[in-house]
Nanobody
Framework: QVRLVESGGGLVQAGGSLRLSCAAS????????MGWYRQALGKQRELVAV???????NYADSVKGRFTISREIAENTVNLQMNSLKPEDTAAYYC?????????????WGQGTQVTVSS
């Protein structure tokens, strides 16, 4: 079992920045990918950004150029730097880890951290 703990959420004005962190209870290098997802009130959870084991990154169109995902393998953390925040970025942000064991996929989710962007 792996525990993922998100931190760094909060209230920020539009145009501001926040940095989210996801701390894993064990090494993140063995995961196929780690990502950040978000879920706004009344909406489905959506992918925000993902980083693969090889370091490839991918972003939702809505955050490209504003958000940056990164990882610190030695510290078992994945970060999401969010700049130029907009009210529509308001959501609960979740960290997810994807892996494969015995050829079967598995995933772990964190509990989430709230980001609120005021206009």
């Amino acid at each position: 079992q792996v525990r993922l703990v998100e931190s760094g959420g909060g209230l920020v004005q539009a145009g501001g920045s926040l940095r989210l962190s996801c701390a894993a209870s064990r090494t993140i290098f063995n995961f196929n990918a780690m990502g950040w997802y978000r879920q706004a009130l009344g909406k489905q959870r959506e992918l925000v950004a993902v980083i693969t084991r090889g370091g490839t990154t991918n972003y939702a169109d809505s955050v490209k150029g504003r958000f940056t995902i990164s990882r610190e393998i030695a510290e078992n953390t994945v970060n999401l730097q969010m700049n130029s925040l907009k009210p529509e970025d308001t959501a609960a942000y979740y960290c997810k880890a994807d892996g494969t064991r015995d050829s079967r996929p598995y995933d772990y989710w964190g509990q989430g951290t709230q980001v609120t962007v005021s206009s």
